[in-house]
């Protein structure tokens, strides 16, 4: 078995090290540097897709993903500039207004990731006009409900199914603007036959899109289970 | 010659609306039309949505009586889970009515209406305002805050917060009582009561110099309608729906919340956002009803506390039968205000309130409900039907203002009969009119289910259509 290689590279003026296979935002958070994310979840594979953790590399002249972008020896990162700002700022905006995103009368107002980020990067209005879509609601679960509305999109749900579950019931229709999740091939979710109700998807994700039934306004405090630790466990067993 | 006279914004009254006056051939005021200029769709919007929400999301109706909604939806929303909730949460839902009550009874009173009252329907516009009370008279102003602050401390102190708080939901409560809490609360009670007797007492005192206004504001016999409870005593919470007429006959006693819609109809009018609600076996508009504070004390043949049951023997003796002026809308009021912060006082009194026990869960059990209390203005209905799946597909809500809306109407003409029509049409006889519907307290964003501040315009109409006068403030 052969040593990690081990790199060092600078973050923020900071002089930080990492093992070769590690990404740039798993080496920032080791070394308590936080760069926003929303798509990513320790525990489930990553894909990149929310692009709010956009650092600089000197070098490079777009901005690059950290959590998909492996470290170099000595790089030099930035994470927090006025450009990756605005772009986080943007982002948010644009998923605000892509679908109803309705704060005060959400269940998962104030434990809402898509809220807090808005709040942290100081988003206090939506430049862009809002779609409105008519989005319908899946309540035909026994336990829980999807509520397109408030869906970013991120892919949580479908990647906890399909990484640590292991029932791939999520997945993703149509393509562009009108992708939507959907269960089985497009099925009620209360008809899947593939959903365990573990209810994994509801915990892991960021908004108010999947929720527990019963779950009245700002009551949908989710608890994110421990996927690295149902990882480890799983994998051992398989051993 | 056309005189167009521009007064904006009006203050004073909460919503949008234009009034039109229409003259016949001899310029006297034939008609007259409340018009509420805009409407907001909640019916409408919430399709689609699944009902747990429907208690927080009806709320933002309004921002003065979010309270009322909530309760009116996790009523209906109670219905639909076919659960009784516990009784701890069931009073703490009530006091939580009550302290809205008085804050809304407060702004009512203190804030809209007593720059009318006290400074008098043709003091300058500029300064006939609360700020204008506060200058004139610092301690009335002093007290109606403070009346209305204990009303927005108990909701806050309850649900977390004083506006549009989530704390009502299906079932129940989300978090009991603390004792901590209710100490707090029952500390305050004795300033608090103190301050509304004495402005009832003041209020009182000073009937006799409003006689005028007493005939002829809104002043006519019509029929009342309120929840009433077992004990025929005044109820804000729950009970049934009673209709009263004019010489007090009981009329009708519903057994069943669902039984509203075979009588009570929603007549619409081309020029206004508002419906007309009326008693359907009287017709339309002759089935005219008035709701709200004077309603209710018309309908119940006591409130059940000690100090309001005094105040309302004194209230019963200004005439025989259902009291008739709307202007003693402003006395009902007051005299519910009293009563708000004596059953705070009771239900606080007694440690039970305490308990843990405060919701209810279940699945859906019913896809139909009706939720009915009384909203500071009168009742507050909201029905619902949902799919199996417990997502909305189809709401009705009657708003408290739009019970009213015969009645202002109703009122508008007999004041603009009075006082227009005879010559030149001045700031005050305007302000009137608005005190007319001001007496009604009524919430055009509310019951347009509107937003915004509230331009109020009269027009002067001839005969032949043409608009002869336009006053817009």
Redesign the interface.
Known sequence: MTAAQILTLTIDGKHVSGLAHETLLQVALENDIAIPTLCCLEGLSNQGSCRLCMVEIAGTTKPQPACVTLIQEGMVVITQSENLRTYRRTIIELLFSERNHIC??C?A?EHCELQTLARDLGVDHISFPGRYPAL??D??H?RF?L?HNRCILCTRCVRVCAEIEGAHTWDIQGRGIRSLITADFNSPW?QSTTCTSCGKCVQVCPTGALFE???????MLKKRPSLPYLVSNRTREQQ | MEQQITIEPVTRIEGHAKISLFLNDSGQVADARFQVTQIRGFEKFVE???F??M???TA?TCGICPVSHELASAKACDQLLAVTIPETAKNLRRLLNWGQLIQSHALSFFYLSAPDLLLGMDHPPETRHFLGIAAQDPQFARDGIRLRQFGQQVIERLAGRRI?P?WV??GGV?TPLSEETRTDLLNDIPEVKNLALSHLQRFKQSLEQYQEYIEHFACFPSLYLALTNDANTLEHYDGRLRIIDQQGTLLKDSSSPTEYASWIGEAIEPWSYLKFPYYVPHGYPDGMYRVGPLARLNIAARCGTELADRELDAFRALQAGPIQSSFHYHYARLIEILYAVEMIENLLSDPAITDQRVRA?A?VNNTEAVGMMEAPRGTLIHHYKV?N???IQWANLIIATGHNNLAMHRGILQAAQRYLGHGELHEGLLNRIEAVIRAFDPCLACSTHAVGHMPLDVQLIGPDGTRLKHIRR
């Open positions: 005060a009368v269940v107002n319908p609601v309540a035909s026994d409900v509520d209360g039934k019963g779950r009245s306004v700002a009551e | 689609g949505r699944p747990f929400e208690p927080s999301l933002r549009h989530s939901v299906p989300n869960t699945g799919s799946d417990g997502l």
